[in-house]
């Protein structure tokens, strides 16, 4: 069975202020994760760039990956490609994270159904710049 995105997950996620990781962010300028993660930030959360280089992001220290990010986590970002977000997902549910936001184009349906199974709010294969004009938050 193929996931369907719920338009009220989306728009809680998006509204309700939180701590979102994002797992490929990185402080290359030319890529779609910086605009992004740039973009959830000024809709008012809080970023947190998941990258092997580590790199400090936005003002914010980055980390290696999900295990190494101190404190809670609300949303998991995926921007990896398809073939390595089971990967991440399931390093999600390990960090107890309430959501994972699979962004456009990255789609797998296992680890999303193991994220419902896990009890995390699953949104896949969209982005919050599409989203959030959708639901009148910008």
């Given at each position: 069975m193929s996931h369907v995105n719920?338009?009220?997950?989306?728009?809680?996620?998006l509204s309700d202020k939180g701590r979102w990781a994002v797992v490929?962010?990185?402080?290359?300028?030319?890529?779609?994760?910086?605009?992004?993660a740039g973009y959830v930030r000024e809709l008012g959360h809080e970023i947190v760039p998941v990258h092997p280089k580590a790199e400090t992001v936005y003002g914010q220290q980055g980390y290696a990956d999900l295990a190494s990010v101190p404190g809670?986590?609300?949303?998991?970002?995926?921007?990896?490609?398809s073939q390595l977000a089971g990967a991440v997902v399931d390093d999600a549910?390990?960090?107890g994270a309430k959501a994972v936001w699979l962004q456009k184009g990255v789609i797998d349906?296992?680890?999303a159904e193991r994220a419902a199974q896990?009890?995390?709010?699953?949104?896949?294969?969209?982005c919050p710049a599409i989203e959030a004009?959708?639901?009148?938050?910008?």
């Open positions: 719920d338009p009220e997950v989306m728009k809680r996620l490929g962010l990185s402080a290359n300028t030319e890529r779609t994760a910086y605009e992004i809670e986590v609300d949303v998991v970002d995926v921007f990896v490609n549910i390990a960090k349906e296992a680890a896990a009890g995390l709010d699953v949104v896949m294969n969209t004009p959708r639901f009148g938050l910008v």
